[in-house]
């Protein structure tokens, strides 16, 4: 399967920078954290996965999945609490560990093209490609693997 999320800050102090590019605050492991808002997400990513990373109109990398856990005193450390209007205050303790990051600059409209999106779909959270992008790649590449070996360079 190939998520997208999306990335609000890449400057060289972001989450994003931190998590995925730079781990040291990780020990060297990658790790994006997730909060109790996506858990019916998180619970369906595994192993082999993809993450493709959404910023002003492009991917700008992609990452594969090594595995997914759940550490609230982890999660604290590395990014603190999340305050949310409704739901009160939150931890990214939902943590996906990546195998690599690799940067791209593919235009999001492919993305669109790829899965009939409407032209104003946009990525604010950690999502699954659709079931017509999903099939097409499939059907075109045999796998999520071959897809990104060939659009994601």
């Known amino acids: 399967m190939i998520y ?8 060289e102090t972001s989450k994003f920078q931190k998590s995925i590019v ?10 994006w954290g997730l909060t109790e808002l996506t858990t019916s997400t998180f619970d369906r990513i595994k192993k082999g996965d993809y993450i493709l990373y959404y ?3 492009e991917i700008i990398g992609y990452s594969k999945i090594l595995q997914t856990f759940i550490d609230e005193e982890l999660a604290r450390k590395l990014w603190g609490t999340y ?13 996906i560990e990546l195998e690599n990051f690799k940067k791209s600059s593919v ?3 492919f993305i669109i ?3 009939d999106y409407s032209e104003k779909f946009s990525v604010r959270r950690l999502i699954s ?22 659009h994601f360079k």
């Open 4 to 11: 997208l999320t999306a990335i609000n800050d890449v400057s």
């Open 22 to 31: 730079k781990t040291e605050e990780a020990n060297g492991r990658r790790l």
């Open 55 to 57: 910023h002003k109109g």
């Open 83 to 95: 305050s949310h209007r409704l739901k009160g205050v939150l931890l990214w303790s939902k943590i």
């Open 107 to 109: 235009n999001f409209s």
């Open 113 to 115: 093209k790829l899965g």
């Open 129 to 150: 490609l659709n079931d017509t992008a999903t099939k097409r790649i499939v059907e075109q590449f045999g796998d999520e693997s071959n897809f990104i070996k060939k």
